[in-house]
Structure formats: structure tokens, C-alpha cells
């Protein structure tokens, strides 16, 4: 099983649909974040989450929220999804602190298509 | 804030080396690190500078310059599988901001 699993892998919405994208962690990470990823535009921050308790606006949040359910599921939702929001989603994992804190672990994946 | 700026395409040849350079802004620096994404696939770390210096796994080799907010990413013996999108990123333990990216095509 993948360290990091994202669900679904692939969606196809309409505007003004409510969607969820969910995201789960074996590595026991304390560490979670949502990218978006569009060509040319690299990956941008959605929402980050460094515990339970810690949930951090990125540098393109608006239109989404996120849930950290539990230490090892974070789930990002579109309310109102609009076709400017069809991207490809990256969830990743990261840990707090040692050796292992400067890697993000990534999923593989969530492509979303808004029509 | 972040930013960061990478060239957008590099070409090289099977066996070459190639350089791919990252600049960038920041207010406080918790590292430079660098990811590797296939098309159709997720990023993958390929390394991390915290300070100034040559860091080398294998063929792969990344260089900091905090003085001059610039990094690179050296690939050695180039084989066509290194084709893919690289990624400079800020960040660290500290949330992590990516580049723009590079996409790399070898070519025989």
C-alpha cells in the first residue's frame, strides 16, 4: 500500500457541486499539505496542517477548506466547485522533526475536472 | 513572502551534464530542497541544502548560496529516464513553497 493514498484518483464534476478530495497517511506524520497543480504554474499551496489542531491557510485558499480528521487523514473540499478549479490535487506528508523533516511524501494524485 | 524562479525548459544530451539553476526570496530561509515529478506522476525529494555547499547523491548534486539566494541542481551522465519536471522548494520544517519548475528533455 502507498505511504500516501489520495481519494478519488480521478473526478469529473459539475459547477456549483460540493467536492471532496480525501487524503490518508500511513507514515504517522504529524505534517499534511494540499497542492494544487496546473501547467507551467508548478505546485501551489492550498491549506497546510502542521497538527491535529493546526490548520494553516496556502497561498491560493480561497474556494476551498480542509478537515484534519485525525493525524493521519486530511481532506480538502470544494463547496461550490467552479471550472476555474480543474487541476491536478497532490496531498503530502511531511514529519515534524529529524532527519525525515526537510521530505514532503506525496500522493499520487487528484485529477479534478469542473465543467 | 516566498518566490522562486526557475528557467522553464532545459535540453540535454544522453551522457551529458546539465545544470538546472533555481533563484529565489524569501524573509526567513529554512532550506532549499529539490523534487523530480515524471509526467502523469507525483513529485519525488531528490535532496536538501540547509547551508552553503555541494551536496551529492549519486549522479544527482545540489548547490546553495544563501548569500546570493540562489541554488542548482547538477545532473551527471544524463540517461533519457531523467526526463522530467524538476522543482526547487523553500521550505524545510517550515512550510514549503515550490518553483515554477523545469522540465528536463534528454535526447540522445
Known amino acids: 500500500d502507498a505511504d500516501v493514498t489520495q481519494t478519488p484518483r480521478n473526478r469529473i464534476t459539475k459547477t456549483g457541486k460540493r467536492i471532496m478530495l480525501e487524503c490518508s497517511q500511513t507514515?504517522?506524520?504529524?505534517?499534511m499539505y494540499w497542492y494544487r497543480q496546473d501547467p507551467g504554474l508548478g505546485l501551489r499551496l492550498i491549506y497546510y496542517s502542521f497538527d491535529v489542531k493546526d490548520i494553516n491557510k496556502g497561498e491560493i485558499s480561497d474556494g476551498y477548506s480542509v478537515s484534519r480528521q485525525a493525524q493521519a487523514k486530511f481532506s480538502l473540499s470544494l463547496e461550490s466547485a467552479i471550472p476555474n478549479q480543474t487541476a491536478l490535487y497532490f496531498c503530502?506528508?511531511?514529519?515534524?522533526?529529524?532527519?525525515?523533516?526537510?521530505?514532503?511524501?506525496f500522493g499520487a494524485g487528484s485529477r479534478l475536472t469542473v465543467l | 513572502g516566498q518566490s522562486l524562479e526557475q528557467p522553464s525548459e532545459v535540453t540535454a544530451v544522453e551522457g551529458a551534464i546539465v545544470q538546472m539553476n533555481c533563484t529565489y526570496q524569501?524573509?526567513?530561509?529554512?532550506?532549499l530542497s529539490w523534487y523530480q515529478q515524471h509526467d502523469g506522476g507525483a513529485p519525488t525529494f531528490l535532496s536538501y541544502?540547509?547551508?552553503?555547499g555541494l551536496e551529492e547523491t549519486g549522479r544527482f548534486s545540489s548547490f546553495l548560496s544563501r548569500s546570493d539566494s540562489y541554488g542548482y541542481l547538477l545532473l551527471q551522465e544524463l540517461q533519457m529516464k531523467d526526463s522530467a519536471s524538476y522543482f526547487c522548494?523553500?521550505?524545510?520544517?517550515?512550510?514549503?513553497?515550490f518553483g515554477t519548475g523545469t522540465k528536463l528533455q534528454v535526447i540522445p
Open positions: 522548494a523553500l521550505g524545510g520544517y517550515q512550510k514549503v513553497t
Open positions: 503530502a506528508s511531511q514529519e515534524a522533526g529529524g532527519s525525515g523533516a526537510n521530505v514532503l511524501t
Open positions: 507514515k504517522g506524520h504529524d505534517r
Open positions: 541544502n540547509a547551508l552553503d
Open positions: 524569501t524573509s526567513g530561509f529554512y532550506g
